[in-house]
C-alpha cells in the first residue's frame, strides 16, 4: 500500500529532475558537489525570515499545542517531515551562492512554510 502511494510522487519529481536537467535548471540540485560552510550569518538570516514579519506567531502557534500533546506516536510522521524539510533548507542554505542573502531573503519565507505545515499537522495530530 505504501509503495502504491509513493509511486505518483515519485514519478512527478522524476520528471521534473528530467525537465530540469533538459533544460539547463539542475545546477540548484548540485550542491552537494560544493563546500558546506556552517555560517551563523546564514543562520541569522534564515531566522529572521522565519519570523514572517509576525513575531514567531505562526510558529508558536503550532509549538504550543505540541507542548500539551499527549499522542506522541500520531505526530511521528509530521515530525520527522518538519525536522526533514529543516535540515534540507539548512542543506542548501549552507552551501557557498554568491547571491546567497538574496536567496534567503526572496525563498525562506516560502520554503519554511512546508515544515511550519508538516508542523501544524503534528500538533492537530498530538492532540486528538
Known sequence: RA??????????????????????????????????????????????????????????????????AKRWKRAALPLLVAAGSIAYILFFYMHPDANRDLWIAVSAERVLLTPLAALAVAAAAASE
Request: no cysteine.
Open 3 to 68: 509503495l502504491a502511494i509513493a509511486v505518483a510522487p515519485a514519478v512527478l519529481l522524476g520528471s521534473w529532475i528530467v525537465f530540469a536537467r533538459a533544460h539547463g535548471l539542475i545546477d540548484s540540485y548540485a550542491r552537494g558537489g560544493t563546500p558546506f560552510v556552517w555560517s551563523t550569518g546564514t543562520l541569522a538570516s534564515i531566522a529572521r525570515q522565519a519570523s514572517y514579519h509576525a513575531y514567531y506567531l505562526p510558529w508558536l502557534a503550532v509549538l504550543a499545542p505540541l507542548a500539551f
